[in-house]
Every structure is written in structure tokens, then in C-alpha cells.
């Protein structure tokens, strides 16, 4: 459904080099490692906005997995993906009684996936009882168990599937380093300006929605009030 060009990324890769040069006590690792995750939170920003917002969330978790900064294997991805299935016949040694019964099989396909993360929090510790009652679960692990961003996720896609939306919303802002999954600056003198030197701004409008307004201003701006419409911009209507 989406077509992003080449151009459109150099463009984006481009604007990143374009950063200020390194601090007198930056090593060159520090700078990549900065370029890296500069590139990443612009590439979200950039092709972002061009998303319905139903397919945002799921653009960002792809970018961050694809990207190398953190570590997904291909059991974690699979579980999270809902690929690793898994042969749920086979028993686990126990399964702890504060476990629901809508639970059990996600937990067993788990067990089976990732047998790493049934070890490292600790299944019978009884402060999980009390965490899969908590409101905000994705904010209160049981402090005492040390997990990782990525164990968290699959352990609420387990427990807690209700607050997974949320959850994924929260590790995709801290690895792509942005405020919001939903907050784009779509001020078209903005668009404008970072892409007038290069290319011709596309708007996509969705039905029942006019921007002619907004258009229409920034034609005023640009090439005066005599012409009511830029001819630099396009627009295509979906019905």
C-alpha cells in the first residue's frame, strides 16, 4: 500500500549527516551511535506522517526490529508476531497458580518460544500475582526482577494483552527517542520548507476532509494573494 522512493530517504539520510560536528571529548563510536539513532527517529518522523494512524504503531515496531539497536531474536519476534506458535502439548514442568485460564496457552506457546524469559522473571515469584492486577502493570514490574524492554513486551502480551497497545506505544517512543507515536507536525509551510529545494509535496486527503484553508494561505505566502492556489502542491481525493 505505501511506496517510499530512494530520493525520499537520501533525502532523510542527507539532513542527518547534516547534524553538528563532534564535541572535543566525542569519539567517533559515540557519534555513529548518535547518527544511527538520529536517523531512525527521523526516518519515523519523515514517512510517519504519510501513515493513516492505524499503521503508525505497527511502522514503528518494524522500524526499531529491523534497525539492529536492540537485540530481537527470531523466537521473540515470531512469539510477538504471533508466528511462533509453538507445540503447546507439551507440558510445562508447572504452571503457578496466579495464572488465568484465558493465559495459559500464550503462556505454554511462550514457554516453549522463549524458555530465556520464563527463567528470568522468576515465574513463581508472588509479586506477578499482584502485577497482573495493577491498572498500569507496563509501568510496575516487580522491581527486584531485572528485564529487558523487549521481555517486558512479550510478558504483557502473555499476562496482559489488554494493555499491550500501550505498552508498545511506550518502547517504541524510548528506542526511536520521540515524544509521541501520534504527534506529527503536519504544518504545511513546515512540509514546504524542508522540501521545496528538492521535490514537489503530495497531499493525500482522506474523505470528508478539507484543507483548502490551509492551502490556500501558504499559496498567499508563497506566490501572493493574486494566485489562490500554489501550483507546487497536488491533490488527490480518496472516496
Avoid at 37 to 62: E, I, P, W
Avoid at 71 to 90: A, L, P
Avoid at 178 to 195: M, T
Amino acid at each position: 500500500m505505501y511506496r517510499f522512493s530512494l530520493g525520499s530517504f537520501l533525502h532523510v539520510f542527507r539532513t542527518n549527516l547534516a547534524n553538528p560536528t563532534m564535541g572535543e571529548k566525542e569519539t567517533w563510536k559515540i557519534r555513529l551511535e548518535k547518527l544511527k539513532m538520529g536517523l531512525l527517529s527521523r526516518c519515523f518522523l519523515h514517512f510517519g506522517r504519510s501513515l493513516f494512524k492505524v499503521d503508525r504503531l505497527s511502522f514503528a515496531m518494524y522500524l526499531v526490529n529491523c534497525s539492529g539497536t536492540k537485540v530481537w531474536s527470531k523466537n521473540t519476534w515470531d512469539f510477538f508476531i504471533g508466528r511462533g506458535i509453538g507445540d503447546i502439548t507439551r507440558k510445562c514442568t508447572s504452571i503457578p497458580e496466579w495464572i488465568k485460564n484465558d493465559s495459559k496457552n500464550v503462556f505454554l506457546r511462550l514457554n516453549q518460544n522463549c524458555p530465556d524469559i520464563i527463567m528470568n522473571m522468576q515465574i513463581e515469584n508472588k509479586k506477578w500475582r499482584e502485577w497482573t492486577m495493577d491498572i498500569e502493570c507496563e509501568n510496575h514490574f516487580p522491581r527486584a526482577i531485572n528485564l529487558s524492554p523487549i521481555e517486558k513486551l512479550l510478558i504483557i502480551k502473555t499476562f496482559r494483552p489488554d494493555r499491550l497497545m500501550i505498552a508498545m506505544n511506550k518502547y517504541c517512543c524510548n528506542e526511536l527517542s520521540i515524544d509521541s507515536i501520534e504527534a506529527f507536525d503536519q504544518r504545511l509551510n513546515l512540509i514546504w520548507d524542508e522540501n521545496k529545494s528538492s521535490r514537489q509535496p503530495f497531499l493525500l486527503i482522506a474523505k470528508g476532509i478539507d484543507c483548502f484553508k490551509e492551502v490556500q494561505e501558504l499559496a498567499h505566502k508563497i506566490v501572493g494573494r493574486k494566485r489562490c492556489v500554489p501550483n507546487h502542491f497536488h491533490m488527490f481525493m480518496y472516496f
